[in-house]
């Protein structure tokens, strides 16, 4: 879809997305986007759902994996907590 349309930006920095691309791109009111800049351009990207059948079967394989391997959760927390102290060196 290439699609050229023209929009403003308004005072409180809101901008209309024209709705020949709303209903191309099956967008509505309340639909969340990530907004990405290379300092020139900007891109609207809207995000998804995450599939909740896809992410509740990554748990229970990232569980497996924990309990074959022998971990428990106190060493989950200690892992986080030290990768989170690196992150604020």
């Known amino acids: 879809m290439n699609t050229v ?3 403003s ?3 409180k920095g809101q901008i209309v997305i024209p709705r020949s691309i709303r209903t191309a791109l099956n967008i509505s009111a309340g639909d969340k986007f990530a907004v990405i800049s290379d300092g020139e351009n900007i891109l609207l990207r809207p ?3 995450p599939d909740m059948a896809a992410f509740n079967k990554l748990v229970a394989e990232s569980r497996k994996f924990a309990r074959e391997a022998g971990l428990k959760k106190s060493d989950i927390t200690a892992a ?3 990768a989170r102290c690196e992150n604020r060196s």
Do not use: G, M
Request: positive net charge; without cysteine.
């Open 80 to 82: 986080i907590k030290k």
């Open 47 to 49: 995000v998804e759902k």
């Open 9 to 11: 930006l308004s005072s």
């Open 5 to 7: 349309e023209i929009t």
